[in-house]
């Protein structure tokens, strides 16, 4: 069975940076794909970064995190890493792993979730 498992999360001050890791176990990382979600109070969940190896590791991101967050991965420790800098309270919410496989459409997983509080 696959599980992720994020850390990283923490209380920071504006302008400060943190760095998420997402493990995962119970199957091969190189064949899924990765994208960071993220969900603030009272509202929906929403796609932060993702990083495609079916597209030849292609990033996308959203418009409000651009040029201060970075997705990478490291295949051989089977972790998938989100770089913040800059964060601003905005930035605050529960912060979730996603993977999805190449091999097997519509087959995903998801991590508990890291929180985020952005705050001064």
């Known amino acids: 069975q696959v599980q992720l498992v994020e850390s990283g999360g923490g209380l920071v001050q504006p302008g400060g940076s943190l760095r998420l890791s997402c493990a995962v176990s119970?199957?091969?990382?190189?064949?899924?794909?990765m994208a960071w979600y993220r969900q603030a109070p009272g509202k929906q969940r929403e796609l932060v970064a993702s990083?495609?190896?079916?597209?030849?590791?292609?990033?996308n991101y959203a418009d409000s995190v651009k040029g201060r967050f970075t997705i990478s991965r490291d295949n051989a420790k089977s972790t998938g890493y989100l770089q913040m800098n800059s964060l601003q309270p905005e930035d605050t919410g529960v912060y979730y792993c996603?993977?999805?496989?190449?091999?097997?459409?519509?087959?995903?997983?998801w991590g508990q979730g890291t929180q985020v509080t952005v705050s001064s």
């Open positions: 996603n993977v999805e496989s190449i091999v097997v459409r519509g087959r995903g997983y």
């Open positions: 990083l495609s190896i079916s597209s030849g590791g292609s990033t």
């Open positions: 119970g199957s091969l990382f190189n064949f899924y794909n």
